[in-house]
């Protein structure tokens, strides 16, 4: 209680900002499990390595984790409205403690397909609760700097496990993980549920400290009265599944999401973060697989944090398209590299090439196409059908990153390397030319704005709100306003 009682010292926006901070430590351990397999394979297939491991081993390593993300998105959508968002977070900490222990202890293969399968689980129901988390307690101003933060602390986690991974044990790189998620465990405990949650299941009291603790002022009546309008009209609207399909604004943001989510993995990310140590070394390039993959996730590292400092003053559309662009430039030309490596022309001056390549790919992909579509997820489903939408783009999102390894690994081995590189600098191309025609900017627009476009409308400034409301308050006028125009609106409210 002390320690609650102390967070309600800190101005709003640090408030929110510590409550992210606290609550995606979680990511920075999914970040290490997600690029595990990079520089734990040469630990694996080791003659001195404490499990028996074959290349096909590995890439079911690979794939295990994409099958537990699947198998975690049912629970993520009971969870989310049952649990709050909260207590969700916690519980998918909890389960990636659990998959960090086994596979610190693991001594068997089996024992650590289970270990990967919980760890993905758990990632997953992370990975579509933070950013309802993040959406339900920031203000506009900030919403997209601190939507980024979750993949700023991903690419911290996989930057420390390429650091380490190599290096140490498997038990002692778990242990890392288990600090980290302790640390986690702790924190977040001591922040608040998100207002909205707390007004659906009727605490109202409960919502109001949650809002004076999220807020500059103490004063939040207003607000509160303005979140639950908006409850209650939820519960006469009650989104079900069928209406992301049906209704044609709705069904907009789904083909949204589903284009840049499975554009993310078909640009190759995945396959990189779990093959970097291998591509590297069948490029032969200049660098050590190990120097070039922690150098690598170090650039990607800056480029996700500064393109979050500016996603809300440069907007969402400029970083996707030009990041599509020039992602899909550097992986084409890591295909020219391989296919004239193929064709067995000394390249041996042109050694710098990969190392090249795969650092234009790092910077280039981070600061749009892999920080932009987890943003935009947040922001263009109403929330009637919120947790519906997250959860959809997060199965679409581990449905592609499995194809996308599984096609990785059958052209490279019936073609050679180029083929895969030159499939995915062509996704990006083709990403690019639908981030320009397609994709709504979303920056400094409310949520009401953003269905507006998405309905064909004009996008239309909020004037009935007074000048001398906070702008916490015109985040949720915006939302009610939402609320109220779906009702106006019927079974085609959107």
């Known amino acids: 209680m002390l320690v609650l009682n102390a967070l309600y010292t800190f101005p709003g ?14 990511a920075l351990s999914d970040g290490m499990q997600y690029g595990w397999t990079s520089p734990m394979t040469s630990v694996l297939l080791a003659p001195t390595s404490p499990i028996d491991a074959s290349e096909k081993d590995i890439v079911f390593l690979e794939l295990i984790y994409m099958v537990g993300g699947i198998c975690g998105i049912p629970l993520t959508i009971y969870m989310l409205d049952k649990v709050g968002r909260k207590n969700t977070m916690l519980i998918s900490a909890a389960e990636s403690l659990i998959a960090w222990i086994m596979i610190g202890t693991s001594t068997s293969l089996a024992l650590l397909y289970v270990a990967r399968f919980i760890a993905g689980f758990a990632a997953d129901v992370n990975f579509v609760t933070a950013p309802v988390y993040i959406a339900e307690i920031s203000d506009k101003h900030i919403r997209g700097r601190l939507g980024s933060i979750i993949y700023i602390m991903m690419m911290m986690g ?29 924190t977040f405990s001591f922040m608040p549920e998100t207002p909205y949650y707390y ?3 009727h605490q109202k009291e409960e919502a109001r400290k949650s809002l004076q603790m999220f807020r500059t002022t103490n004063n939040v009546d207003e607000e509160l009265d303005e979140i639950e309008e908006i409850v209650q009209k939820e519960n006469l609207e009650r989104g079900k599944i069928s209406d992301l399909f049906t209704v044609k604004s709705n069904l907009k943001a789904v083909l949204i999401m589903t284009v840049l989510n499975t554009a993310q993995h078909f640009s190759g990310i995945t396959v990189m973060f779990m093959n970097l140590h291998m591509i590297l ?46 992602t899909g430039i550097s992986l084409l030309i890591l295909a020219v590299y391989f296919t004239v490596k193929i064709q067995g022309v000394n390249i041996s001056t042109f050694n710098w090439v990969p190392i090249f390549a795969v650092m234009l790919y790092a910077l280039t992909y981070k600061y749009g196409l892999g920080l932009v579509p987890i943003v935009l997820t947040a922001e263009i489903f109403p929330t009637n ?16 990153g ?23 600098g062509c996704c990006c191309m083709l ?37 001398n409301h906070s702008n916490e308050k015109s985040q949720s006028f915006a939302l009610s306003s939402s609320i109220d125009n779906a009702l ?3 079974t085609n409210k959107y």
């Open 13 to 26: 926006r640090l408030s929110q900002v510590l409550a992210v901070v606290s609550g995606l430590l979680t």
């Open 158 to 186: 996989i930057l420390l496990i390429y650091c380490i991974g190599p290096y140490v044990s498997i038990a002692a790189s778990s242990l890392v993980g288990v600090g980290i998620l302790t640390v986690q465990l702790f």
């Open 199 to 201: 007004l659906i299941k």
């Open 281 to 326: 070394e069948d490029a032969a390039s200049i660098l050590s697989a190990n120097a070039a993959a922690i150098t690598f996730s170090s650039v990607m590292l800056v480029s996700c944090t500064v393109a979050g400092c500016i996603i809300d003053k440069l907007g969402r559309k400029i970083l996707l398209y030009t990041s599509s662009f020039l």
């Open 385 to 400: 059908v919120k947790a519906y939408g997250v959860t959809y783009a997060d199965l679409i999102y581990v449905v592609a």
């Open 402 to 424: 499995m194809i996308s390894v599984v096609i990785f690994h059958v052209l490279q081995s019936n073609f050679g390397m180029d083929v895969p590189f030159y499939l995915f």
């Open 431 to 467: 990403t690019c030319l639908y981030s320009i025609l397609v994709i709504p900017e979303t920056k400094g627009k409310t949520l009401y704005e953003i269905q507006n476009i998405l309905k064909g409308k004009n996008a239309i400034k909020l004037d009935v709100v007074s000048n």
């Open 488 to 490: 106006n609106y019927g």
